[in-house]
């Protein structure tokens, strides 16, 4: 049976898009869904939601007052809530299974970097086995407290004052007899060198130089340019290469005083020595701004450069200055601080001036200490410091001169 054939009428899409527009002015709009019937639910701020959940996240940051202990009072007088700062506990060694000595430089009555280091080594030897570290050095030992020092032995202030390496050759050679230590360790330096190769000759033992790896069965160092690393089981005498240790930070030991000047002192008259050997004076200026420990700098904000002069000579440090300063030639491009000039490792950098570029910035990385003078206060190099003043460098140049001559003359 055949069907009829069903007739189907063509749909105009064009029609159907005109039915669902509705006209609003002269502009179509088109209705996509109904629209719902008004409800009388109050609509939620979404950025409300997050912010309080932010804020129970995460409260809100303030400022470390005690940082600075004269800031104390002025927190408390504010009302800022002053947290706690970390108490480092007292690690005392009673009674230590053996002592490691460290005869330190201390020059001009200071802990250097390498002395810290040395202090350093002598842990990783001491706290393998429950030994104790007995630091040498000319001074207290409360400063050598916090480097890592178990015991202190202090040495005549004097003995600073000149140059006589017999002296303290023939105190590490008493400091062997009285306390059997199982290590002596010295700073590679000229003067540490000097003294450790003078009690090994009087000892007749071998020194091993330039420990650049320690630990309680292997000591290692670079030979032959570095191409070669020379190891050998750590003997009593050794000298610590600079920079091969890091120092320690976070620690306190009790640096406890050992009265051994009787001993240390014992013969001091007799011993031979060189007649008028003494330290000579040396141009700040003639040493290598990697060699110096204390560098004055100036940027761009220096325009005194007789104050500059005469400042770094009252202070005697060694004048550098930035890729601006260079440029212009106020001072030689060998003075030139950054990764495109010289990477300094100085013990103390004095910047005049300087607003601290990223590449200058780099080329100070290993300085320990940091002073800024720079009338910006949001300048790179003031976050940069320790410790920053926010001042004219034409000010406080002339100030500090004046400062320093009254000391003197006082």
């Known amino acids: 049976m055949t069907h009829p054939p069903t007739i189907r ?12 527009t509705i006209l609003t002015g002269q502009r179509p709009r088109l209705l996509r869904q109904p629209v719902a019937a008004a409800t009388n639910e109050r609509r939620r701020d979404p950025r409300a939601i997050r ?16 940082r600075d202990a004269a800031s104390v009072g002025i927190a408390a007088a504010i009302g800022v809530a002053v947290a706690a700062a970390p108490v480092i506990p007292l690690k005392v060694i009673p009674e230590p299974a053996y002592l490691i000595l460290a005869m330190l430089d201390r020059p001009g009555g200071e802990v250097s970097e390498h002395d810290r280091q040395v202090i350093a080594a002598a842990r990783l030897l001491a706290d393998a086995g429950g030994g104790a570290v007995v630091t040498v050095s000319t001074g207290s030992g409360e400063a ?3 480097a890592g020092s178990d015991r202190h032995v202090a040495l005549p202030d004097g003995w600073a004052d000149d140059y006589v390496p017999e002296r303290r050759a023939a105190a590490a050679s008493a400091l062997m007899a009285a306390l059997s230590p199982r290590h002596i360790l010295f700073p590679d330096s000229p003067d540490g060198a000097d003294v450790a190769r003078r009690v ?18 292997r000591a290692t160092r670079q030979s032959a340019g570095g191409s070669l690393e020379t190891g050998h089981r750590p003997t009593r005498l050794m000298t610590v290469a600079a920079d091969a240790f890091a120092s320690l930070d976070s620690v306190r030991h009790e640096a406890r005083p050992l009265d051994l000047t009787a001993p240390v002192t014992a013969g001091e008259e007799v011993l031979p020595r060189l007649a008028g050997a003494r330290r000579l004076a040396v141009d700040p200026d003639a040493l290598s701004l990697s060699e110096t420990d204390f560098i004055l700098s100036a940027g761009n904000g220096v325009t005194d450069w007789q104050s500059f002069a005469e400042l770094g000579e009252a202070l005697g440090a060694t004048r550098a200055g930035s890729r601006v300063v260079c440029d212009a030639g106020h001072l030689p491009r060998e003075r030139q601080v950054g990764a495109s ?5 100085a013990r103390c950098y004095l910047a005049f ?10 080329g100070i990385t290993g300085v320990r200490h940091v002073i800024a003078v720079n009338t ?15 001042a004219d460098a034409q000010a406080v140049m002339p100030a500090l001169i004046r400062l320093i001559r009254e000391r003197r003359h006082a």
């Open 144 to 146: 050598l407290a916090e």
């Open 9 to 20: 009428r063509r749909v105009d899409p064009r029609a159907e898009r005109a039915a669902r």
């Open 51 to 66: 912010d309080a959940a932010l804020v129970q996240r995460q409260p809100r940051p303030r400022y470390d007052w005690t």
């Open 376 to 390: 910006d206060l949001h300048a790179e190099m003031i976050k940069r410091a320790d410790l920053s003043i926010v």
């Open 200 to 217: 090994a000759a009087a000892a007749g033992e071998r020194l091993f130089a330039g420990v650049q790896s320690l630990g309680p069965d």
């Open 341 to 345: 000039g010289t990477v300094v490792s």
């Open 353 to 362: 001036g300087i607003a601290g570029a990223p590449q200058h910035l780099q």
